[in-house]
């Protein structure tokens, strides 16, 4: 069963930066579907808590070298 949550990232400087996270996150265990949004400095990722969840989708922002946090 699906869920989503949505994150804040920053570091992102162009369009390309966001594509770079939105691949990354999309082949992850786990992970349905992630869209990363440039302007609003921000992601919404849907996936499936069995194979990943927040923690996993934060360290795997920041291994593609860019600040994240769980939005609240
Ligand atoms: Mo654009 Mo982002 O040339 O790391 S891809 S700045």
Known sequence: DGRKAAFSI???TC???AARIEKG?????GVYNATVNLA???ASVE???AGSGPKEIVSQI????YGAA???
């Open 62 to 65: 920041e291994k593609l070298g």
């Open 25 to 29: 996150l999309n082949k992850m265990d």
């Open 10 to 12: 920053t570091g992102m």
């Open 70 to 72: 769980v939005k609240k």
């Open 47 to 49: 996936y499936n808590p």
């Open 15 to 17: 369009a390309a930066c």
């Open 40 to 42: 609003m400095e921000s």
